[in-house]
């Protein structure tokens, strides 16, 4: 039985000892997802935050057979998905307001600071190359390539076909490589 299975009958059994479980097993998956959805980390740690307050919510009220049949993962990443939709459906009721620039992260490996620099460029590159794919290609990216989620679970958490889910993935990483063989990360975004 794989261990995310033991996490649901473990839930349907005692919900409140084993949510501190799930959320370690999945917390990062949930994150990642949020924060490529999202673009800031701040709004993706609301994001991250809202969605298991809401899995909380709605297991409270699941009786222990439908919990023990979650896939977690996959269950998570929808509700984050959802919620980041919500998010933007009321953002486009609401006046825009601009951020002033996301926090850099810190450097974590031992090239020094050039290695550091070259690092945050090219990952900003890689950023603003996935923002100019179609939102159902970069959600197949990130939930495939970033996320690591198996594609029957891409395809769960965008609610679509498997088929879907891989045809989105392979455009969105198709169209990545183009821009990789056309541009120099080191020369900002194309």
């Given at each position: 039985m794989p261990p995310e299975d033991h996490l649901a009958v473990r839930a349907a059994v005692d919900l409140d000892g084993t949510f501190p479980d799930l959320l370690a097993a999945h917390?990062?998956?949930?994150?990642?997802?949020?924060?490529?959805?999202?673009?800031?980390?701040?709004?993706?740690?609301d994001l991250a935050s809202e969605t298991f307050v809401r899995a909380y919510r709605a297991m409270q009220g699941y009786a222990p057979e439908r919990i023990r049949g979650l896939r977690l993962r996959p269950w998570l990443v929808t509700i984050t998905l959802n919620l980041w939709r919500n998010q933007l459906r009321t953002a486009g009721r609401s006046p825009r307001s601009v951020a002033l620039g996301a926090a850099d992260e810190p450097a974590t490996g031992d090239g020094g600071p050039e290695q550091a620099v070259l690092d945050h460029r090219s990952n900003g590159w890689v950023e603003a190359c996935l923002d100019t794919l179609p939102d159902p290609q970069r959600q197949a990216v990130v939930l495939r390539h970033v996320v690591g989620l198996p594609y029957a679970e891409v395809a769960e958490a965008m609610a679509c076909p498997v088929g879907t889910a891989k045809s989105h993935a392979s455009r969105g990483l198709a169209s990545l490589r183009r821009r990789l063989a056309v541009n120099d990360p080191l020369e900002g975004p194309p």
């Open positions: 917390g990062a998956a949930v994150f990642t997802t949020a924060l490529r959805v999202s673009r800031q980390p701040a709004d993706a740690e």
